[in-house]
Every structure is written in structure tokens, then in C-alpha cells.
């Protein structure tokens, strides 16, 4: 016959609770955990080389930039009725500059020149390859989310040296405009000869 002492039974009642309060247990239960500001984690993308722009008709790379996200409350992503009608994310701010909060998805291109990556400038201004994409949560319903985001741009090619390295520089925003951190790509080679 089997009888635990009152020692016993606390001790088993205490490994319980541990094992219960442990993280592994806990996200099987309750789901992952993560902080409410994104967290993101570059990931390597790939290049379609050489393809035409439909738009345009100019000759481009076609890069896939990829990285893995975690957010604690899952609201990564603007619909068109948060752009449309949520003063934080207008394309302009009340004093006609541009807002920033436009996009939700910030990408820097820098080049390797002389061994070392440098900022893409072209005139005064910084080349941009920001972007808003939608809601990732399909239920809308606050909770954790994580996965990876591929986010396609076109490299163009007609000033691109032959064989140039390029990297970017990510960063997201939430619908409660926390900011992830930021993140470099590896270096990629476009305009392959």
C-alpha cells in the first residue's frame, strides 16, 4: 500500500507547481510568452537576378528579405482602415511633413564600398525601401505571435556596379508604435556578371 506523509505530499505538491510554472509547460498551456515590443531576428533571403520591373520596364534584382518576429500582444501589421482613418499612421503629419508611421516596415540599403557598408544616399536623400504590410494575425484578437516575414523589393540595376555587396537595415512597428529593434541583413550580391 502506497501512503504519502504530509512531507511527502508537500514535496510532490511543490515539484508540481515547479514543473507547471516552468516555460515549456507554461507555453503548452497558455501559449508562448513574449514582450510587447517586437522582437525580430534576421533571417538569409534570396535574389532573383536579372528579371524586368513590370512597372517600369527597368532590369532589376528581385530581393527576398527574411526575418523571424515575436510580439507579445500581435499587433504587427496596418489594415487600410488604420492607414485611412488613425491619425498615427496618415501619410502626412497635421503640419504637412511626412509621417513615419506611413510605413510599419523600415529598410536602409547600404553598399560595400572600400571594405566598409555605407548608407545608400542618393542627392540629399537617403534610399528608402520602407513599407506597410497588413494585420499578421488573422483573428485580430490580441495574444502572442511569432513567425517570419518575407518582404520583396526591387534592387534596380542600371547605376549598380557589377558584382556589388548590399545589406539592409530593418526595423518594424506595432499598431502601438513600439519600435523592434533593429537588424542587418547579411551582406547579398546583386548584379551578378
Not at 505538491?13 to 507555453?27: A, G, M
Not at 522582437?39 to 532573383?48: E, Q
Request: hydrophobic share 35%; proline share 8%.
Amino acid at each position: 500500500m502506497f501512503k504519502l506523509s504530509i512531507f511527502s505530499s508537500f514535496s510532490f505538491l511543490l515539484l508540481l507547481l515547479t514543473i507547471i510554472s516552468c516555460n515549456p509547460i507554461k507555453e503548452l498551456i497558455h501559449g508562448p510568452t513574449f514582450d510587447l515590443v517586437p522582437k525580430i531576428t534576421p533571417k538569409p533571403g534570396r535574389i532573383y537576378p536579372n528579371i524586368i520591373d513590370s512597372q517600369l520596364g527597368n532590369r532589376v534584382d528581385s530581393l527576398i528579405l527574411v526575418l523571424h518576429f515575436e510580439d507579445g500582444d500581435g499587433d504587427l501589421g496596418l489594415s487600410s482602415d488604420d492607414r485611412e482613418t488613425n491619425p498615427h499612421f496618415r501619410q502626412y503629419n497635421p503640419d504637412g511633413s511626412e509621417n513615419k508611421y506611413w510605413y510599419n516596415y523600415f529598410a536602409k540599403a547600404y553598399r560595400k564600398v572600400n571594405g566598409q557598408f555605407v548608407e545608400v544616399i542618393i542627392g540629399a536623400k537617403s534610399v528608402t525601401y520602407s513599407g506597410a504590410f497588413p494585420p499578421l494575425k488573422a483573428d485580430g484578437k490580441p495574444g502572442p505571435i511569432e513567425g517570419d516575414l518575407e518582404y520583396s523589393i526591387y534592387y534596380p540595376l542600371k547605376s549598380t556596379p557589377a558584382n556589388d555587396t548590399v545589406r539592409f537595415e530593418i526595423q518594424l512597428v506595432d499598431r502601438a508604435l513600439n519600435e523592434s529593434n533593429i537588424i542587418l541583413t547579411e551582406p547579398m550580391i546583386v548584379n551578378r556578371k
